[in-house]
């Protein structure tokens, strides 16, 4: 089973709108962390939001925000009034904390933003 | 910039040869994360270095070693290398060592075989 689902490959959103990207996982640990990066074009990898399975309160930074919904296993990311410089894939990615070695991505959502 | 640096930014060559990937963390950092990005496998997490020593590994081919130095800047060494390794070859950097820490990436190497 996929430890990562990103169910979207592409997403188009008109700017100034808030979009959903979806990401479930499936872990059987009870600690695990989420996380959202960004890759524009260019190639890197921006770090965008971090979510600790323990954490009562959905994460937020600026405009990101995570849906966090621990009993469907789910992280959506939320991107509130969407700018052109937003268009980009975006990763869903998770660390287990007990028992897991590796850090599983999804296969992520292509953004574009409309003007 | 996440303070994460890579070199070289692309690199081509030849099937069978072998190629050295460099990256250093961002200042204060003391873990070293080596993951591959190809089309058809997306982004697989390689090794993880902690202050010198190996913390977790992933799934890297035998073709493939790393280290991390005192400095505690890593290298990824490629060789043998096939039509398939042809990949951004991203490296990452957190502060210790903790498996929930966030993981701040370099801009990535291009590696293209021919």
């Known amino acids: 089973a996929q430890k990562i689902t990103q169910t979207q490959p592409g997403m188009f959103v008109q700017e100034k709108e808030a979009v959903t990207l979806d990401c479930t996982y499936d872990?059987?640990?009870?600690?695990?962390?989420l996380f959202w990066y960004k890759q524009p074009s260019s190639g890197e990898m921006i770090f965008l939001i971090y979510q600790g399975s323990y954490d009562e309160q959905n994460a937020t930074e600026g405009r990101y925000s995570l849906n966090f919904q621990k009993a469907r296993k789910s992280a959506n990311l939320v991107i509130s009034a969407s700018q052109l410089g937003d268009s980009a894939m975006y990763f869903c990615?998770?660390?287990?904390?007990?028992?897991?070695?590796?850090?599983?991505f999804g296969t992520g959502t292509s953004l574009t933003v409309i003007p | 910039d996440s303070g994460v640096t890579q070199t070289p930014k692309h690199l081509i060559t030849a099937t069978g040869q072998r190629v050295t990937l460099r990256c250093s963390p961002r200042?204060?950092?003391?873990?070293v994360y080596w993951y591959q990005q190809s089309l058809d496998q997306g982004l697989q997490f390689l090794i993880q270095y902690y202050n010198g020593e190996e913390r977790a590994k992933g799934n890297i081919l035998e073709r493939f070693s790393a280290q991390q130095f005192p400095d505690l800047h890593s290298e990824l060494n490629l060789s043998s290398l096939e039509l398939g390794d042809s990949a951004l070859y991203f490296c990452a950097s957190s502060v210790g060592g903790a498996r929930l820490e966030t993981q701040y990436f370099g801009p990535g190497t291009r590696l293209l075989v021919l």
């Open positions: 200042s204060g950092d003391l873990s």
């Open positions: 990615a998770m660390r287990e904390g007990l028992t897991g070695n590796q850090f599983y």
């Open positions: 872990t059987s640990d009870q600690s695990y962390g």
